[in-house]
Nanobody, 118 residues
């Protein structure tokens, strides 16, 4: 069983920055998804245990995923935030298949709200 504990959400104005953290109990591949009200959960970014990163086109160049292997913690640095980034952000752990599919991840955090105002 992998436990994921997220932190770092909040409210910010457009153009601002936030950093999300996800502490895991194991060092597997980890990812971030988000779900806006009334929409499906969508892939944001992921990082393998070896440090290879993947990003959704909508966040490339603005978001950066990284991990501290000693702490089993993954970070999502979000810059140049836009109102359309508003969503509940979920940390995911233990990848079983295709990284951009939510169904490929076995464990999930509780979610943290990110609200970007214009």
């Amino acid at each position: 069983q992998v436990q994921l504990v997220e932190s770092g959400g909040g409210s910010v104005q457009a153009g601002g920055s936030l950093r999300l953290s996800c502490a895991a109990s194991s060092g597997y591949a980890m990812g971030w998804f988000r779900q806006a009200a009334g929409k499906e959960r969508e892939f944001v970014s992921s990082i393998t245990s070896g440090g290879t990163t993947y990003y959704a086109d909508s966040v490339k160049g603005r978001f950066t995923i990284s991990r501290d292997t000693a702490k089993n913690t993954v970070y999502l640095q979000m810059n140049s935030l836009k109102p359309e980034d508003t969503a509940v952000y979920y940390c995911a752990g233990y990848l079983t298949s295709t990284y951009y599919r939510a169904t490929s991840w076995r464990y999930w955090g509780q979610g943290t709200q990110v609200t970007v105002s214009s």
